[in-house]
């Protein structure tokens, strides 16, 4: 995939050989960082250059990530935080038209919202690149590469046959969507761990076995956690449930502490996209194996190589 002024709206965009090509950028850009934080001068890839950052829904690290990365290759940054209340949106104007207008202000738009398809409907407006940062339940693809990244990193780039485990609100997490849409190219064997009502869409099961991948779904995860080489655990999606008091019934389904991790494998990758609440114990946090804060770190460098591809010159 030719990168340059690319919409990055879904995870089916990506195959094995265009991801490679982003985690190998991805890998200069965390030296980039390292040699920024001892002191070195912001970079000047996207100097003259603005971002737009449209979100309709909460975020800290996606947003933060997108910025961040943004003014480190010397860019500039323009912020719609809570747009549901703040923009004009809230007159009934459309996404279509809130995308051509954007476009008359920046480069670059990186956008979430709450409904799924609608980053795709601001980008039939957009003038500019759009990058999908969370539709719904539906994608979010960057997400999704800094995952697969950590892993592709952690295992020097020998993804094929690992077994990945997703555990936790299957049916409403755009995250394992987004995993499990990337990781079918390496032919990794999946173990899908949720309550009976939140299992991965027999949708994506389907399409999973059809690309030839081994997928198993079960209930309990102690039994089936000593074969994951990556644990991928995800919150219950309480905005996406018609009360609190459905998603608190499945609030405790799976908590993963020092006990349950002892039936991990010793190399083990323990992931999640955060923010968590009771699914890992903060007493894991000194396990070598955990490494979600690690992820916060490579989401970094990969959304500097994604834009820095994306508006090259």
């Keep these: 995939m030719d990168y340059k002024r690319k919409n990055i709206l879904s995870t089916n965009q990506f195959d094995k050989r265009s991801m490679e090509v982003l985690f190998s950028k991805a890998l200069k850009m965390e030296k ?14 996207l100097d003259g250059k603005v971002l737009a950052t449209l979100f309709f829904e909460p975020s800290t690290r996606t947003r933060f990530s997108f910025e961040t990365a943004f003014l480190r290759l010397g860019g500039r940054v323009i912020s719609g935080a809570d747009m549901m209340l703040t923009s004009s949106i809230k007159k009934k104007e459309t996404l ?37 940062a969370g539709d719904g339940p539906n994608q979010h693809p960057t997400q999704g590469l800094l995952d697969v990244y950590t892993m592709w990193k952690a295992w020097n780039g ?10 936790g609100d299957l049916k409403n997490g755009r995250v394992p969507h987004s995993q499990c849409d990337l990781l079918k190219h390496w032919g990794v064997k999946f173990i899908f761990v949720s309550p009976k009502a939140l299992k991965m869409p027999m949708a994506i099961e389907k399409y999973l076995r059809s690309e030839r991948c081994e997928v198993r ?20 999606q309480e ?17 993963i502490d020092p006990v349950m991790m002892k039936k991990a494998k010793k190399g083990a990758l323990l ?3 955060l923010p968590r609440v009771e699914e890992i114990t903060a007493s894991v946090d000194r396990d070598p194996r955990a490494r979600y804060f690690e992820q916060v770190h490579n989401g970094l460098a990969l959304r500097m190589a994604l834009m820095a591809l994306i508006l090259k010159r």
Excluded: W
């Excluded at 020998?158 to 555990?167: C, R, S, W, Y």
């Excluded at 996406?240 to 019934?249: G, I």
């Design 217 to 236: 779904s079960v209930v309990k995860l102690g039994g089936v956690i000593g074969e994951m080489d990556a644990i991928c655990a995800t919150r219950i």
């Design 96 to 132: 279509q038209d809130t995308g051509k207008v954007t476009s008359q202000y920046a480069d670059l738009i990186v956008m979430r919202h709450p409904d799924a398809g609608s980053v795709i409907e601001l980008a039939d407006g957009a003038y500019v690149p759009v990058i999908n």
């Design 158 to 167: 020998k993804v094929a046959g690992k077994t990945v485990g997703m555990i």
């Design 271 to 273: 992931m999640h996209p």
């Design 32 to 45: 980039v960082l390292k040699a920024q934080k001892r002191g070195g001068r912001i970079g000047k890839i």
């Design 239 to 255: 905005e996406r449930f018609k009360s609190k008091k459905e998603a608190a019934k499945y609030a405790k389904a799976y908590v």
